[in-house]
């Protein structure tokens, strides 16, 4: 695993509550390093590789790695980064609709 996708994994780990029937791919714009989170499963998996299986229907994250680790780590709500234009979110939109985020109730 690259040193930068290190830096982020505990926190997206950390992030989702439940599995949501679907795949989730994060991007950092500073350095181009990138997680998959696969909800799918029992369970949610982090990884910097994409899980098996996945095909182009998955729901994009884009943003510098300020923004990404505030909305990580509980700092920042991504409605707020998303609505101020920090923090891009493209392709599979259903996917957003069934995430249980920590911090968002």
């Not at 609505?83 to 920590?102: E, N």
Request: with cysteine.
């Amino acid at each position: 695993m690259s040193k930068a996708a290190e830096t982020w994994l505990d926190d997206a780990k950390g992030l989702f509550q439940e599995p949501f029937g679907g795949v989730l791919r994060m991007e950092c714009t500073d350095d181009g390093s990138s997680l998959w989170v696969d909800g799918r499963g029992d369970e949610v998996s982090v990884s910097e590789k994409a899980p098996a299986e996945v095909q182009s229907r998955f729901c994009l994250w884009r943003s510098d790695r300020a923004t990404l680790m505030s909305v990580l780590s509980g700092q920042r709500h991504l409605e707020t980064a998303y609505t101020g234009g920090r923090f891009k979110i493209s392709g599979d939109m259903a996917v957003m609709a069934r995430l249980s985020l920590k911090g968002a109730e």
